[in-house]
């Protein structure tokens, strides 16, 4: 299976910092990567699809960038609303892998 | 809009079974690809398994392989997993969701919709 590693597993930052989350993948997956954000008590949502498509309704501040092993979500200026966990996901090949996650809390 | 309603979930002793039901509604839930995906307590988010549109195939994680089904049925707008020989580490919550693009290798891909998911606890 493919290992999806997400770094770094938590960080803090203030509103209106620009906010950096790599996922490496353990082989190439072309742009076959998802990024997720969760919060506390909720279903995840779809935010980047393909590394670099922005899902509808997702605010413009969120990127996603990359092809192959090496993936990034950007977030351009952070808001209250974002302070989350974030996944990302493979779906290359199955098994689909998820990263382990990125808590960005408040600093 | 398009919803996933999970049900069926409780506690459960170890190696004993459950059945995980999720209803669709809002979409034409039989031109898309289904998935099942967990998170136990405090965890982040596993794959679990998904289902073609029409049922033909199935892919599971290795570890759930040969312990759990899914499964659908598009007359009741319904998908389905079934959870045999429970482990502790089976405790998670287990939510449905659906994608919106299928290419020539993943079904079902870029989860737009989930459900808000249904808790499993394994325990003695």
């Known amino acids: 299976a493919i290992q999806m590693t997400q770094s770094p597993s938590s960080l803090s930052a203030s509103v209106g910092d620009r906010v950096t989350i790599t996922c490496r993948a353990s082989?190439?997956?072309?742009?076959?990567l998802d990024w997720f954000q969760q919060k506390p008590g909720k279903a995840p949502k779809l935010l980047i699809y393909?590394?670099?498509s922005l899902q509808s309704g997702v605010p413009s501040r969120f990127s996603g960038s990359g092809s192959g092993t090496d993936f990034t979500l950007t977030i351009s200026s952070l808001q209250p609303e974002d302070f989350a966990s974030y996944y990302c996901?493979?779906?290359?090949?199955?098994?689909?892998?998820f990263g382990q996650g990125t808590k960005v809390e408040i600093k | 809009q398009a919803q996933l309603v999970e049900s069926g979930g409780g506690v459960v002793q170890p190696g004993r079974s459950l059945r995980l039901s999720c209803a669709a509604s809002a979409f034409s839930f039989s031109n898309y690809g289904m998935h099942w995906v967990r998170q136990a307590p405090g965890k982040g988010l596993e794959w679990v398994a998904v289902i073609s549109y029409d049922g033909s195939d199935k892919y599971y994680a290795d570890s759930v392989k040969g312990r759990f089904t899914i499964s659908r049925d598009n007359s009741k707008n319904t998908l389905y997993l079934q959870l045999n020989s429970l482990r502790p580490e089976d405790t998670a919550v287990y939510y449905c969701?659906?994608?919106?693009?299928?290419?020539?290798?993943?079904?079902?891909?870029?989860?737009?919709?989930w459900g808000q998911g249904t808790l499993v606890t394994v325990s003695s």
């Open positions: 969701a659906k994608g919106f693009f299928d290419d020539s290798t993943s079904y079902g891909k870029h989860f737009d919709c």
């Open positions: 996901l493979q779906d290359y090949n199955y098994p689909w892998t």
């Open positions: 082989q190439g997956i072309r742009n076959n």
């Open positions: 393909a590394a670099s």
